[in-house]
Structure formats: C-alpha cells, structure tokens
C-alpha cells in the first residue's frame, strides 16, 4: 500500500490532484484588457471621488470635462488592448495552421 494510502484511499491523491489540474484549466484567464481597464477606472473613480469635491481652484465644468476626459482615456486603452489581444490570437492561429499545413 502507498505511503497514503491510508490518508486519502488507494487512488484518492492521485484523484484531487487531477481534479485540481481539472479546475485550472477550465478556469478562463482574465484577459489583459478587462484588468486593466478595470483597475484603471477604479483609480480614476476614486481619485475623483476623493479630489474632484476639495478642487475649490477650478470650475464645476472644467471638473468634469477632466473626469470624461480620463474616462475617454481609459475607454480607448481599453480598444487598443482589445485590438492587440485579437492580433495576437489571429497570429497564433495561423503559426498554428502553418504548422499543421508543413
């Protein structure tokens, strides 16, 4: 009898851990463009949240245009990132092809 036999059955640590390799790769990745944006906007809406109402200095439009400004910022850093993702897989996809192809 294995040495864990005992602890987890005859084939029980040989089942948790195929079950945990399960869970792993049916666990979709986060793509780089969701976590940045996100944590982009969550910065800008913090940051505007905190500042905006203590900026005395400055007018109520000029505030706000500022704030969709960054918001634009984040939204086409967002496009870009989403852009260069579908690059990247077509270009995987087509090594992948030639490789079958040869």
Do not use: C
């Amino acid at each position: 009898m294995e040495p864990f036999g005992l602890l987890f059955g005859k084939k029980g640590l040989d089942t948790r851990i195929k079950n945990k390799l399960d869970i792993r790769i049916k666990m979709k990745k986060v793509k780089k463009s969701t976590w940045v944006t996100v944590a982009l906007l969550i910065y800008v809406s913090a940051t505007a949240a905190y500042l905006l109402p203590r900026n005395h200095e400055v007018s109520d439009t000029e505030k706000y245009l500022t704030l969709a400004a960054s918001y634009v910022i984040v939204l086409v850093l967002w496009l870009v990132l989403r852009k260069k993702e579908q690059m990247q897989q077509r270009r995987r996809e087509e090594e992948h092809m030639n490789n079958l192809k040869k």
